[in-house]
């Protein structure tokens, strides 16, 4: 796992519960119980550790993205290192 996704794994795990296990790629994030605060939270973290603005419409509750992988993925692209 490269530093960009192992960065994007460590805040997303901060606001979810694993119920004891590792959160990994292939997670759904509608099956991690992440709330909306939580969730505008989750992309506060991420613009700021990674210095960018991700799109996001706080009155819509539904994340464009569905799984951790697929968050990290576009991650990379906006910092450019996909």
Do not use: C, H
């Amino acid at each position: 796992m490269d530093d960009v996704t192992r960065d994007v794994v460590a805040i997303i795990a901060k606001k979810v519960t694993l119920k004891g296990r590792e959160l990994q790629l292939d997670d759904r994030l509608d099956e991690l119980g992440l709330d909306s605060f939580a969730a505008v939270e989750m992309i506060f973290d991420l613009e700021e550790k990674f210095d960018i603005q991700i799109p996001y419409n706080s009155n819509d509750a539904r994340l464009e993205f569905q799984t951790v992988g697929e968050i990290a993925a576009a991650i990379k692209t906006l910092i450019g290192k996909a």
